[in-house]
């Protein structure tokens, strides 16, 4: 089946999509929809389902193409040409497609709530998506449904007896209704896909970018709040799908250089990026005179220096929750698999 059958090079005019063309009335054209006199309300009704239904579709669309253009061994970068899409639409339009195949597709739900099951298994996104289908639930009343389920998942999976915090904790965080006006996370990268995986309930070890985007920071974060988020040359690219999946929104740069020299393939790297992004109406920094960047010695196991986090407390809101910390600092919430349980919460300034 042919998508577009022709563009007419000199008007424009879209001559058919599909073996039926669109279904409108009056002449339709790359830059506009000319419509008849005498539509009845009814026609006019059902011409703006038509172009719903075509909305809906060309995420599909997107994701199914991206995802055939493997075979000429093509990533992002001619996709990116062609299209004019920023990369994090390509790469999640892929992924959806990807997780999601033809038969599993719902015509009478948007590609939206799809998205919000993508990364369940096949038979709890059928479930939720069937549901979704025979309730009417909006995609916001989807997600939280998922919300719920990866929630209960990891509060299930907490171990007796382990002293140090797990991803559980995160969940019971979110359930208990903590909220956070700043979260500053220093993610565990996983570079080698062999590597340990990360559980549930477990310690981590690496990380892969799906179980990062899977941890409860929508259910932890402020309606209004800044997300920082710590992160290397190789996985940059990656970040605009985490920012998408706690939903935070892309706005700034900062980076710490490093007086010795590093390794690396192209530039020798001696710095790293802290991204910031932000949600709701937190859209201005408390203080305007920080520079967007500090030089300044490696810590111990390349931990983060303690002065990202002064500044990150002169210009973003509390309260404050810091992910994969590796000990526990005064009015912050500290998560991570070297913190006691007992002192997740105990350093916290309340906020009223």
């Known amino acids: 089946m042919r998508l577009i059958d022709a563009i007419a090079q000199d008007t424009g005019e879209v001559v058919a999509i599909g073996p039926r063309g669109l279904d409108l009335p009056g002449r339709v054209t790359v830059t506009g929809l000319e419509l008849p006199d005498g539509l009845s309300f009814g026609d006019w009704s059902s011409i703006g389902s038509t172009l719903k239904s075509v909305e809906h579709s060309v995420m599909w669309w997107i994701g199914d193409w991206a995802r055939y253009g493997k075979r000429y061994g093509e990533k992002y970068d001619s996709a990116i040409k062609a299209t004019g899409y920023d990369y994090g639409t390509i790469a999640n339009a892929k992924s959806v497609a990807a997780r999601i195949e033809f038969s599993r597709r719902r015509e009478n739900l948007s590609w939206s709530h799809h998205q919000e099951v993508a990364s369940l298994g096949p038979d709890e996104a059928d479930g939720l998506l069937d549901k979704a289908e025979t309730d009417g639930w909006s995609q916001r009343e989807l997600r939280r449904q998922v919300s719920q389920i990866k929630a209960a998942r990891g509060i299930n999976a907490a171990e007796p007896g382990d002293d140090t915090c797990t991803v559980a904790d995160l969940f019971r965080l979110a359930q208990q209704g903590k909220k956070y006006g700043t979260i500053y996370a220093d993610p565990p990268w996983q570079y080698d896909n062999q590597a340990t995986r990360a559980c549930t309930g477990k310690h981590y070890d690496g990380m892969s970018v799906d179980e990062l985007c899977a941890l409860p920071i929508p259910m932890l974060a402020a309606d209004d709040a800044h997300l920082h988020l710590w992160t290397t040359n190789g996985f940059l690219f990656e970040c605009p799908k985490i920012f998408a999946a706690w939903g935070f929104e892309f706005r700034s740069s900062f980076i710490w250089v490093k007086p010795k020299i590093g390794i690396g393939n192209y530039w020798r790297n001696s710095h790293e990026f802290l991204l910031t992004a932000v949600r709701g109406d937190a859209k201005r920094f408390n203080d305007h005179s920080i520079p967007s960047w500090l030089e300044c010695d490696r810590g111990p196991h390349s931990e983060k220096p303690e002065q990202a986090r002064r500044f990150i407390e002169r210009a973003s809101p509390g309260p404050y929750l810091e992910l994969f ?18 002192l997740l919460t105990q350093n916290v300034r309340e906020v009223a």
Request: charged share 15%; hydrophobic share 40%; glycine share 16%.
């Open 325 to 342: 910390g590796r000990h526990a600092v005064n009015g912050w919430a500290v998560w991570g698999n070297q913190i006691e349980r007992s």
